[in-house]
C-alpha cells in the first residue's frame, strides 16, 4: 500500500519533504578525473548549444543527452519557432532521446543542461528516469531544485516507486562561470538585464543530494529499476 495511503488510515500527516542538501564535489583518482573530463566535454557543447539558441531567436539554452560515452542527442529551445511553449531544450531532447533508443525509460542516461532546468522539465526528467543531471548556472526563480524541488523530491518515488525512480544525481553549478561569460559576449545587454533580476546564478560546483543511500537500499532500487522496466511500464507507458 503506497506510503500516503497508509499514512492517511492512521491519521498521520505525510511528511514535509527533506530540505535538499547541497555538499561539495570531491573525490579524486582515474575514474573521477575521467567523469570529469567527459563532463566538460559534455557542457562545452551544451554552452555552444545555448549561444545559437540565443542566436536563433530563442531563450538561450542548450542540452545534451548521453548514454555511456555516446551522445544520444542534443537541442536548442524550440518555443519560438514552433509556436509551443512546451518545446524547452530539455522536453526536446527527452523526446527525441526516447525515440532514438526505443524506450520510455532513459533510467541509463544522463543529462547536461547550460542552466537548471524548469519545473516542468524536471518533472519531465523525473518521470523519464534519466540518472544523472549536470547543470551550469542555477535558475533561484524558476529552477527544478532551486526554486520547486522537483529533481530531489523523494515523495514522487516513496508514494508510485513502479513509476518514479528515487532522485537523480545532481550535479549543480558546473562550469558556472563558463555558461556565464558565454551568454555574456552572445548578448552583454540581455545578460546585464538577467543578472540585474537574479535570474541566472553562477557559483561552485556541488553535488545536490536528497537522501542517503545505503548497500540494502541499492540493491532494492536495482531490483525495482528490473521490475520497472519489464512489468510497471507494460501499463500505460510501453
Not at 533561484?140 to 532522485?167: C, H, I, Q, R
Not at 532494492?220 to 521490475?227: T, W
Request: charged residues 25%.
Amino acid at each position: 500500500m503506497p506510503i500516503r495511503l497508509r499514512q492517511a488510515k492512521k491519521g498521520i500527516e505525510p511528511p514535509v519533504a527533506r530540505e535538499v542538501r547541497a555538499l561539495p564535489i570531491q573525490g579524486s583518482g582515474m575514474k573521477s578525473r575521467q567523469t570529469d573530463a567527459l563532463d566538460r566535454k559534455m557542457m562545452t557543447r551544451c554552452i555552444s548549444l545555448s549561444v545559437r539558441s540565443g542566436g536563433e531567436g530563442e531563450y538561450p539554452y542548450g542540452v545534451l543527452i548521453r548514454r555511456a560515452d555516446q551522445v544520444v542527442t542534443e537541442s536548442t529551445n524550440r518555443v519560438a519557432h514552433e509556436h509551443d511553449v512546451t518545446r524547452h531544450a530539455e522536453m526536446v531532447a527527452i523526446s527525441q532521446a526516447q525515440k532514438a533508443l526505443g524506450v520510455t525509460s532513459l533510467d541509463d542516461c544522463m543529462i547536461y543542461v547550460n542552466a537548471e532546468p524548469c519545473a516542468s522539465c524536471a518533472y519531465a526528467i523525473r518521470e523519464s528516469r534519466i540518472a544523472r543531471v549536470v547543470y551550469g548556472l542555477r535558475s533561484p526563480y524558476m529552477g527544478g531544485v532551486s526554486k520547486w524541488n522537483v529533481l530531489a523530491d523523494t515523495d514522487l518515488s516513496n508514494t508510485m516507486p513502479e513509476v518514479f525512480a528515487p532522485p537523480p544525481e545532481i550535479i549543480a553549478g558546473f562550469m558556472s562561470h563558463e555558461a556565464e561569460q558565454a551568454l555574456l559576449k552572445w548578448n552583454p545587454l540581455v545578460w546585464r538585464v538577467v543578472k540585474r533580476r537574479g535570474l541566472f546564478v553562477a557559483g561552485r560546483a556541488e553535488a545536490v543530494r536528497g537522501s542517503n543511500a545505503g548497500r540494502r537500499w541499492k540493491r532494492m532500487q536495482r531490483l525495482m529499476a528490473f521490475l520497472r522496466r519489464t512489468v510497471f511500464d507494460r501499463f500505460g507507458r510501453s
